[in-house]
């Protein structure tokens, strides 16, 4: 049973008043939560890591970075290191979210060695995949995923895989209007854990978390956790506020109930 995630990435909100803010009202709206169960994230920007790091120290909410660099140290303007992350008290990165590879020009090839770096220093990646409206239309979406989950994770050994979070996050269902159809996604995931089962073995796809983002929220996001392959939200607006991540971590941690239930029964029939 993969243990479930409920993520979000801030991008460009929240300095370091407004993450304190943010820590403190979500650890009250978390108090009647049971999510004993489930991984919860928040990725917020930099300046704010070390401040929302401490906020959350006391709370079961761990603090990521939104990217990084594959070195650790050395001439390299206005970047941030792995050693930088986990002593500003991360315990993720994400990696590879489609704005970097689309405003900033990242590759895959470069998503490789950060996959790398993050982890033999110990940071959990979150590592974005996912197709164009283009590649969709052309029917390429599971050739793409492949290219670039094969292209990410090159030169991992196959028991280091699960200790990666593979994000599937359409780029046309980023900051748009609705999340992708359940039976999209369905399809996707599957696809997602084929990819992985051929190229690392049957345990590491069955190990490996595969969660969901794309204009997720706390309506449309029961359904998506419904599918067997999808474990876990990565959420961005409707997890900008602490109430919204609030009733995310709900909707994940009951998912989380209802998938042990099922997979009780499944063992006991
Ligand atoms: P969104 O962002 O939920 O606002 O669509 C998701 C993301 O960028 O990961």
């Known amino acids: 049973m993969r243990r479930l995630v409920a ?13 304190i803010r ?15 169960a489930i991984d919860v994230c928040v990725l917020p920007p930099f300046t704010s890591l070390s401040a929302a790091a401490q906020a959350f120290a006391d709370s079961p909410v761990a603090v990521g970075g939104q990217n990084m660099h594959w070195e650790d140290d050395g001439s390299w303007t206005g970047e941030i290191s792995a050693p930088m992350l ?9 990696l590879a979210h489609s704005e970097r590879l689309l405003r900033f020009g990242e590759t895959y090839a470069q998503v ?24 969709k239309a052309e029917g390429r979406a599971d050739q793409v995923l492949a290219e670039q989950t094969l292209t990410s994770l090159g030169g991992q050994p196959d028991d280091r895989v699960p200790g990666i979070i593979l994000a599937y996050e359409p780029r046309w269902a980023i900051g748009a209007a609705e999340a992708a159809p359940p039976g999209y996604v369905e399809e996707r995931h599957r696809a997602l854990r084929a990819i992985l089962r ?11 978390r595969i969660i969901y983002g794309g204009s997720v929220t706390p309506e449309n996001g029961r359904p998506i956790l419904d599918i067997e392959d999808v474990d876990g939200l990565f959420v961005g607006r409707a997890a900008w506020k602490p109430e919204g991540f609030a009733r995310i971590i709900e909707l994940v941690a009951d998912a989380a109930r209802r998938k042990a239930l099922d997979v009780a029964r499944t063992d006991g029939g």
């Open 7 to 19: 993520g979000t990435g801030w991008k460009m909100n929240n300095g370091i008043a407004d993450s």
């Open 22 to 36: 943010y820590a403190e009202e979500l650890k009250a709206r978390m108090r009647p939560i049971d999510a004993s």
């Open 86 to 94: 986990l002593e500003a008290g991360c315990r993720y990165v994400e």
């Open 112 to 135: 490789r060695r950060k996959v790398d770096k993050a982890m033999s220093a110990g940071l959990t990646p979150i590592l974005c995949l996912g197709e164009t409206a283009r590649e």
């Open 198 to 208: 051929e190229h690392h073995g049957r345990e590491a796809a069955e190990r490996t």
